[in-house]
Every structure is written in structure tokens, then in C-alpha cells.
């Protein structure tokens, strides 16, 4: 079965950086576009960014661009999420994604929390 499992999540100051990892397994990883969304308390999910299955194409949102970039390795079935200029409402849960186009088929990891804080 579709299996996602996020890691690299951790408390980090202002300014400072994180690398988020995903590790994908149970579909063939590079047929698929891949996601980075996040939840912060009390808000909807948001997307953050998304990679196209060869990773030629990348989206941000237009609050983490410049700052954030995902990337992938289609070797190692392997999404990551480079958070660099964290500020404080970076804080959420970020959550790894990936859909098949012309299903229903939607799947999340269990997440990983990023808090930034001093």
C-alpha cells in the first residue's frame, strides 16, 4: 500500500533552516507529481509546493517562494522540502502528498512539526 513518512521536523530559531524528507513507497514514485502542504493550529492545510514527476517543474506558494525548495530524488523514492529565512509563522505541520490524476486517490503522510521559535 501508498505509504509516506515525513522526518526532519524540529524546533529551529528565526532565520534559521530545516530539511523536511519524505520517503515514499507502495506506487511508482516517479510517475507522480509530489506535494509539501502544511497545517498551522487552528488554520485550513495550505499547499506549500509541488514537484512535477521528473522534477523539471516546481510551484510555491507565494508565501514561501525564494525561501523554500523542493526537490526530489527518484532513486531513492525521496521527496525533501529546504526551509531556509524561517520566520515564526513557517510554524505548522507539514504534511507530504501525492495524488493519481483521474482517481480519487489521495495520500498523506502522518506529518512532521516545524516550529520556529527563540
Known amino acids: 500500500q501508498v505509504q509516506l513518512v515525513e522526518s526532519g521536523g524540529g524546533l529551529v530559531q528565526p532565520g534559521g533552516s530545516l530539511r523536511l524528507s519524505c520517503a515514499a513507497s507502495?506506487?511508482?514514485?516517479?510517475?507522480?507529481?509530489m506535494s509539501w502542504y502544511r497545517q498551522a493550529s487552528g488554520k485550513e492545510r495550505e499547499l506549500v509546493a509541488t514537484?512535477?514527476?521528473?522534477?523539471?517543474?516546481?510551484d510555491y506558494a507565494d508565501s514561501v517562494k525564494g525561501r523554500f525548495t523542493i526537490s526530489r530524488d527518484n532513486v531513492k523514492n525521496t521527496v525533501y522540502l529546504q526551509m531556509s529565512s524561517l520566520k515564526p509563522e513557517d510554524t505548522a505541520v507539514y504534511y507530504c502528498?501525492?495524488?493519481?490524476?483521474?482517481?480519487?486517490?489521495?495520500?498523506w503522510g502522518q506529518g512532521t512539526q516545524v516550529t520556529v521559535s527563540s
Open positions: 502528498n501525492t495524488r493519481f490524476p483521474g482517481t480519487l486517490s489521495n495520500y
Open positions: 507502495g506506487f511508482t514514485f516517479t510517475r507522480y507529481y
Open positions: 514537484i512535477s514527476s521528473a522534477g523539471g517543474l516546481t
